[in-house]
């Protein structure tokens, strides 16, 4: 039965081979104890002290799914009494009792067989087997389909993790990245305040609003945030606009009105076509968010859902803020008098469907206003 194995063929080929040779975990199973002992023994004089054998398929199914994820190779029999071993490459592709979550193509078997039909032959290869043994076994082809074998799911692993790091690694260069930019979009939001005499609280709370609303209209969570932080960026046009007309103290004559007016489209020449969801939502809020839903609104002109719906919303956060903040030629308003201006003004300046959230999230909208006071 046994054939001689030469000495450079049972062994590990280096050092480095030596080591995840010896951490590989094999299990045999095969009804036949003498088949179990001696392909245990062959496999163990390659190096591998990891080496679980069961002559009772079911205890080899239920092993292999206690140890998942950590069983390098299946050497199964395929005629066994209880479960035959196509039935136990079924059971793991189908991920017994929901405890083995392995794909086939990356869980090798090594099938043995006494079987010489070719039809048995390629129906274990369509349900997941790697390789064959044939029965007799010959010593020295087990050391070496159980080593390419090996190879080859030592080889995936790397892969596998090596692709997990790498993930983890772009997830953090992203987060990273979006925490800059991020920052960059605040201070940048904050710059333009600066110059209009406002504090960073201002473009904060206005952001807040404006998830506060965005939700309160269902739109998707990943539309809420980009909201929140392109809100604040609302007013960026106030850079481009003279100190002698941004800081006046009387009231702005027609001229340094339209002047004014024109920080809409300043804040979106500014911000600029990008291919940056967040930047091209800014941009939009910048330049509709004085439009009314009556039309009498700039710098376009837009009415009623031809305003887009971001700057629909920040209109009212925006609003609400400055109403319900302190200023050097104002005192806030209270709180009631703010819902009774903006509900007064739905279907005119506001979209009416934003001021009814407003309405009926006023409890959040306060509380926020509380926490975040200049």
């Given at each position: 039965?046994?054939?001689?194995?030469?000495?450079?063929?049972?062994?590990?080929?280096?050092?480095?081979?030596?080591?995840?040779?010896?951490?590989?975990?094999?299990?045999?199973?095969?009804?036949?104890?003498?088949?179990?002992?001696?392909?245990?023994?062959?496999?163990?004089?390659?190096?591998?002290?990891?080496?679980?054998?069961?002559?009772?398929?079911?205890?080899?199914?239920?092993?292999?799914?206690?140890?998942?994820?950590?069983?390098?190779?299946?050497?199964?029999?395929?005629?066994?009494?209880?479960?035959?071993?196509?039935?136990?490459?079924?059971?793991?592709?189908?991920?017994?009792?929901?405890?083995?979550?392995?794909?086939?193509?990356?869980?090798?078997?090594?099938?043995?067989?006494?079987?010489?039909?070719?039809?048995?032959?390629?129906?274990?290869?369509?349900?997941?087997?790697?390789?064959?043994?044939?029965?007799?076994?010959?010593?020295?082809?087990?050391?070496?389909?159980?080593?390419?074998?090996?190879?080859?799911?030592?080889?995936?692993?790397?892969?596998?993790?090596?692709?997990?790091?790498?993930?983890?690694?772009?997830?953090?260069?992203?987060?990273?990245?979006?925490?800059?930019?991020?920052?960059?979009?605040?201070?940048?939001?904050?710059?333009?305040?600066?110059?209009?005499?406002?504090?960073?609280?201002?473009?904060?709370?206005?952001?807040?609003?404006?998830?506060?609303?965005?939700?309160?209209?269902?739109?998707?969570?990943?539309?809420?945030?980009?909201?929140?932080?392109?809100?604040?960026?609302?007013?960026?046009?106030?850079?481009?606009?003279?100190?002698?007309?941004?800081?006046?103290?009387?009231?702005?004559?027609?001229?340094?009105?339209?002047?004014?007016?024109?920080?809409?489209?300043?804040?979106?020449?500014?911000?600029?076509?990008?291919?940056?969801?967040?930047?091209?939502?800014?941009?939009?809020?910048?330049?509709?968010?004085?439009?009314?839903?009556?039309?009498?609104?700039?710098?376009?002109?837009?009415?009623?859902?031809?305003?887009?719906?971001?700057?629909?919303?920040?209109?009212?956060?925006?609003?609400?803020?400055?109403l319900t903040s302190a200023r050097p030629y104002k005192d806030p308003w209270s709180v009631e008098k703010v819902l009774g201006y903006l509900q007064e003004n739905a279907c005119v300046h506001f979209d009416p469907d934003v001021v009814s959230v407003v309405a009926a999230r006023w409890d959040e909208m306060i509380a926020t206003m509380e926490s975040?006071?200049?």
């Amino acid at each position: 039965m046994f054939s001689y194995i030469p000495a450079e063929m049972s062994k590990p080929d280096s050092d480095v081979t030596l080591q995840w040779m010896a951490d590989a975990n094999v299990v045999i199973c095969d009804d036949s104890i003498t088949n179990v002992m001696i392909l245990s023994k062959l496999i163990q004089d390659m190096g591998i002290q990891k080496t679980r054998y069961f002559t009772d398929p079911r205890k080899a199914l239920a092993h292999v799914a206690e140890h998942r994820g950590s069983v390098d190779l299946l050497v199964l029999d395929l005629e066994m009494p209880h479960m035959s071993g196509f039935e136990v490459m079924q059971a793991i592709a189908d991920g017994w009792q929901g405890k083995i979550p392995l794909a086939m193509e990356t869980f090798p078997i090594l099938v043995i067989t006494g079987l010489q039909d070719k039809l048995i032959r390629y129906k274990a290869l369509e349900n997941g087997a790697a390789d064959f043994l044939n029965k007799p076994i010959d010593p020295a082809e087990v050391v070496l389909r159980v080593r390419n074998l090996l190879r080859v799911q030592h080889a995936y692993r790397l892969q596998a993790t090596l692709a997990q790091r790498m993930e983890i690694e772009v997830e953090q260069r992203t987060r990273e990245l979006n925490d800059a930019v991020d920052t960059l979009v605040e201070r940048l939001a904050l710059a333009g305040e600066m110059r209009d005499n406002e504090t960073g609280l201002h473009v904060v709370r206005v952001g807040r609003y404006s998830r506060i609303i965005a939700e309160g209209l269902g739109l998707p969570p990943e539309l809420c945030y980009l909201i929140e932080k392109a809100a604040p960026l609302h007013d960026v046009g106030k850079i481009g606009i003279p100190d002698s007309i941004l800081h006046k103290n009387d009231k702005l004559d027609a001229d340094e009105r339209l002047v004014m007016d024109r920080h809409t489209e300043k804040g979106a020449a500014l911000l600029g076509e990008h291919d940056s969801p967040l930047i091209q939502m800014a941009a939009s809020i910048a330049v509709g968010h004085h439009e009314k839903w009556d039309g009498t609104g700039y710098p376009r002109g837009l009415t009623g859902q031809s305003i887009p719906i971001e700057a629909r919303i920040v209109a009212v956060a925006d609003v609400f803020d400055a109403l319900t903040s302190a200023r050097p030629y104002k005192d806030p308003w209270s709180v009631e008098k703010v819902l009774g201006y903006l509900q007064e003004n739905a279907c005119v300046h506001f979209d009416p469907d934003v001021v009814s959230v407003v309405a009926a999230r006023w409890d959040e909208m306060i509380a926020t206003m509380e926490s975040l006071r200049d």
